[in-house]
């Protein structure tokens, strides 16, 4: 027996079916004219406000001061001193006869050291904090492309998830339809209870489905709340920052080779290891030191009994057996040195072998997209003729709920691909060293990390810090 629906039902039926696809690219650029955040606004909120990195640019400060107490042997020492006491002496004599004295005496005086010759240690000293400094801010880069990654992950997370409600939503509308229509056709003797029961089953199934997109996209909300620091919204459909590929896979190695702050931060960290160790080995060369003393010391109870003295001393030390101590530390600081040298190979493995991931990651991803809308065009072209053949008895109504669920999968698969488009442009130029919040020109004041170097880098007292606390 063939089957008919009303002209009412199958007007929707077509519009379901011709609307599905523009529905999904309305979805994925869809915007709140009020209050919108794109992407790069996002970014900037990260940049700014993120705890991780701001921790990271604390580390950077606090690594700033050593380059000033590495400065200390070039500086003198002063001390004042002083002192007040009382003494009393019994004495007896056969000639004078018994007698005491008592005194009251005050002294105060100032020492200056200053050391000449440390055996170039301190010289070495302040290199190594040099290049502990430089490495801190690799570290801080690093730390910055992979806070940027995060939140350009959080925010493609939640369009991804949105998107998803959105398709689920139209599902269980499409769905609701089949089954009103299966009901109605039973009514009039034209369909089965099988059908019914079909499509009330697929129907329970997108409910289900619905529900699971929800809590992913609760989810995904959390996640950008504590990478950017706030709920999402308006947020609008993000743009690859194609501007800033490379031309091609070499050119990509190439820039991550010299660029990336991870290989750079361990090339400093080498640097660090190699001074450590001539400062050690200066611990078996001669020191030479200079000591200034003046005092002036006199009796309270005597006007007249005064005394003043001052010095000046150079004081030369040479080693000569020191327990095997300073030995064993430059052995180990050489292992050290070996070990930071190894590190740096690693980093570079490392290194290519992400952007080689990433690149390959995102040229799938602009491959699929391609053939995901194609096969999302197809399968809406063939579920409406499924529809109008089921409609002239020439198809069943499971074969509508199977040319359905190829439409959902095909949609799902596009709006992912697109996600993973977006993720895989922001991981190769974190992969290459060059996402930053100056490359990206985020609407943001840029961390300087010089300008804090350069207001303590010479300080000779001071307790405060240049922020004032």
């Given at each position: 027996?063939?089957?008919?629906?009303?002209?009412?039902?199958?007007?929707?039926?077509?519009?379901?079916?011709?609307?599905?696809?523009?529905?999904?690219?309305?979805?994925?650029?869809?915007?709140?004219?009020?209050?919108?955040?794109?992407?790069?606004?996002?970014?900037?909120?990260?940049?700014?406000?993120?705890?991780?990195?701001?921790?990271?640019?604390?580390?950077?400060?606090?690594?700033?001061?050593?380059?000033?107490?590495?400065?200390?042997?070039?500086?003198?020492?002063?001390?004042?001193?002083?002192?007040?006491?009382?003494?009393?002496?019994?004495?007896?004599?056969?000639?004078?006869?018994?007698?005491?004295?008592?005194?009251?005496?005050?002294?105060?005086?100032?020492?200056?050291?200053?050391?000449?010759?440390?055996?170039?240690?301190?010289?070495?000293?302040?290199?190594?904090?040099?290049?502990?400094?430089?490495?801190?801010?690799?570290?801080?880069?690093?730390?910055?492309?992979?806070?940027?990654?995060?939140?350009?992950?959080?925010?493609?997370?939640?369009?991804l998830a949105k998107q998803t409600v959105g398709i689920r939503n139209r599902d269980i509308t499409f769905l609701r339809e089949q089954v009103r229509s299966s009901q109605a056709r039973l009514d009039v003797g034209e369909g089965t209870r099988t059908?019914?029961?079909?499509?009330?089953?697929?129907?329970?199934?997108?409910?289900?489905?619905?529900?699971?997109?929800?809590?992913?996209?609760?989810?995904?909300?959390?996640?950008?709340?504590?990478?950017?620091?706030?709920?999402?919204?308006?947020?609008?459909?993000?743009?690859?920052?194609?501007?800033?590929?490379?031309?091609?896979?070499?050119?990509?190695?190439?820039?991550?080779?010299?660029?990336?702050?991870?290989?750079?931060?361990?090339?400093?960290?080498?640097?660090?290891?190699?001074?450590?160790?001539?400062?050690?080995?200066?611990?078996?060369?001669?020191?030479?030191?200079?000591?200034?003393?003046a005092s002036q010391n006199f009796n309270s109870q005597s006007q007249g009994d005064r005394s003043s003295s001052a010095s000046a001393t150079i004081n030369l030390n040479v080693p000569l057996y020191q327990g095997g101590g300073v030995a064993s530390?430059?052995r180990q600081g050489k292992e050290t040195l070996g070990q930071r040298r190894l590190e740096v190979d690693q980093s570079r493995d490392q290194v290519r072998n992400s952007v080689v991931s990433s690149w390959t990651t995102l040229v799938s991803a602009?491959?699929?997209?391609?053939?995901?809308?194609?096969?999302?065009?197809?399968?809406?072209?063939?579920?409406?003729?499924?529809?109008?053949?089921?409609?002239?008895?020439?198809?069943?109504?499971?074969?509508?709920?199977?040319?359905?669920?190829?439409?959902?999968?095909?949609?799902?698969?596009?709006?992912?691909?697109?996600?993973?488009?977006?993720?895989?442009?922001?991981?190769?130029?974190?992969?290459?060293?060059?996402?930053?919040?100056?490359?990206?020109?985020?609407?943001?004041?840029?961390?300087?990390?010089?300008?804090?170097?350069?207001?303590?880098?010479?300080?000779?007292?001071?307790?405060?810090?240049?922020?004032?606390?």
């Amino acid at each position: 027996m063939q089957t008919s629906e009303s002209p009412e039902s199958k007007t929707l039926m077509r519009n379901l079916v011709q609307t599905s696809s523009v529905a999904l690219l309305l979805a994925l650029s869809a915007t709140s004219a009020v209050s919108a955040e794109d992407i790069n606004t996002a970014l900037a909120r990260a940049y700014k406000s993120n705890p991780t990195l701001n921790i990271q640019r604390t580390q950077v400060r606090a690594v700033d001061e050593s380059l000033p107490q590495a400065k200390v042997p070039f500086r003198p020492n002063i001390f004042v001193s002083a002192n007040v006491g009382v003494s009393r002496t019994v004495f007896r004599s056969a000639q004078t006869g018994n007698g005491a004295n008592n005194l009251s005496p005050i002294g105060i005086g100032i020492t200056i050291d200053q050391s000449i010759f440390r055996g170039f240690r301190t010289i070495n000293t302040i290199r190594a904090a040099e290049a502990n400094i430089r490495a801190s801010r690799e570290a801080l880069r690093n730390v910055e492309q992979d806070i940027l990654f995060n939140a350009a992950t959080a925010y493609a997370d939640v369009i991804l998830a949105k998107q998803t409600v959105g398709i689920r939503n139209r599902d269980i509308t499409f769905l609701r339809e089949q089954v009103r229509s299966s009901q109605a056709r039973l009514d009039v003797g034209e369909g089965t209870r099988t059908d019914l029961a079909q499509s009330q089953a697929q129907a329970a199934l997108a409910r289900a489905q619905l529900s699971t997109a929800q809590a992913q996209l609760d989810a995904a909300n959390a996640a950008y709340r504590q990478v950017i620091g706030r709920s999402p919204s308006g947020l609008r459909d993000p743009r690859p920052p194609v501007h800033l590929y490379p031309a091609n896979l070499n050119r990509a190695l190439e820039i991550a080779a010299v660029e990336h702050p991870a290989t750079k931060a361990t090339q400093h960290l080498v640097d660090l290891a190699a001074f450590n160790v001539k400062t050690t080995e200066g611990e078996l060369l001669p020191t030479v030191s200079l000591r200034g003393n003046a005092s002036q010391n006199f009796n309270s109870q005597s006007q007249g009994d005064r005394s003043s003295s001052a010095s000046a001393t150079i004081n030369l030390n040479v080693p000569l057996y020191q327990g095997g101590g300073v030995a064993s530390r430059i052995r180990q600081g050489k292992e050290t040195l070996g070990q930071r040298r190894l590190e740096v190979d690693q980093s570079r493995d490392q290194v290519r072998n992400s952007v080689v991931s990433s690149w390959t990651t995102l040229v799938s991803a602009r491959a699929t997209i391609q053939s995901n809308q194609a096969q999302v065009n197809a399968a809406n072209l063939a579920l409406e003729g499924v529809i109008e053949e089921r409609n002239v008895g020439q198809r069943t109504q499971l074969e509508v709920l199977q040319a359905r669920s190829a439409v959902l999968s095909a949609q799902l698969q596009l709006v992912n691909a697109k996600r993973n488009r977006i993720v895989a442009g922001y991981a190769l130029l974190s992969s290459i060293g060059r996402l930053s919040a100056a490359k990206l020109r985020l609407p943001v004041r840029l961390y300087k990390p010089k300008e804090h170097y350069n207001k303590v880098k010479d300080l000779w007292f001071g307790l405060r810090t240049p922020t004032g606390r």
